[in-house]
């Protein structure tokens, strides 16, 4: 096999394997209903953050949940009463984890557009022959699977 071919055979590689990561993390588990609201007793405001695709809104919404806990948490210390701070019935490590699985879905997204555009480039300079090689690897994988 060709130097050049075989850094191609390793780049595809690299491809493929990162286009089975993205996958596996698409999968995501919701803690929250999704719904956010800035106010707790509106429901006709709230924002799916589950399709939201701005990352800055999602750290903005975050920001208010951490002031919205420090400030309870400093007020029920002073008045010395227990209290666990929930937003819309979800605690904040839920929202945390909620708003983190969006940024990576979003970040996904990017990720896969760029590794398409990585794929595009290595078709145009592989070789008809490492082409074959890698179509034949690929029809043995498929028939050990059967």
């Known amino acids: 096999m060709k130097k050049t071919d075989k850094k191609i ?22 803690n929250t209903g999704g719904g956010f609201s800035y106010s707790a007793n509106s429901a006709h405001d709230r924002v799916n953050i589950q ?22 948490e400093k007020a029920s210390k002073k008045l ?16 945390e984890s909620d708003f983190q699985t969006r940024i990576n879905q979003i970040t996904i997204q990017e990720k896969r557009k760029e590794l ?6 290595l ?19 498929g028939l050990e699977k059967i």
């Open 123 to 141: 078709n145009i300079v592989i070789s008809p022959e490492l082409k074959a090689q890698m179509e034949i690897d690929a029809i043995g994988l």
């Open 116 to 121: 398409k555009e990585f794929e595009a480039r």
């Open 51 to 72: 399709t939201l695709n701005d990352s800055r809104k999602i750290v903005e919404m975050y920001a208010f949940l951490i002031d919205r806990e420090e400030k309870l």
């Open 80 to 95: 010395g009463v227990d209290y666990t701070f929930t937003w819309l019935g979800f605690t904040i490590d839920e929202w």
């Open 9 to 30: 055979k390793e780049l595809f590689d690299l491809v493929q394997e990162k286009k089975l990561a993205i996958e596996k993390a698409e999968r995501p588990c919701w």
